[in-house]
């Protein structure tokens, strides 16, 4: 299955961690490249798309 972008890749605020990281968007995921851990299986993780969308609904913190 290929997973085509929506959007390019750039800079947004994470709001799990208000950091500043370089997205890009999917269908049903955001990539998220962590230079901090290039090198390891993590340099590149999914968004926590679900914890955001429970924080904006007022359920998490």
């Known amino acids: 299955m290929y997973h085509i972008p929506i959007t390019a890749a750039r800079d947004e605020e994470s709001t799990a961690d208000a950091k500043t990281c370089m997205a890009q968007w999917f269908e049903r995921e955001r ?3 962590h ?4 090198g390891t299986p993590y340099a ?6 679900g914890a955001e ?3 904006v609904q007022g359920y998490l913190p």
């Open 35 to 38: 230079p901090e851990h290039r």
């Open 44 to 49: 590149v993780l999914l968004g926590l798309l």
């Open 31 to 33: 990539l998220e490249p």
């Open 53 to 55: 969308e429970l924080r």
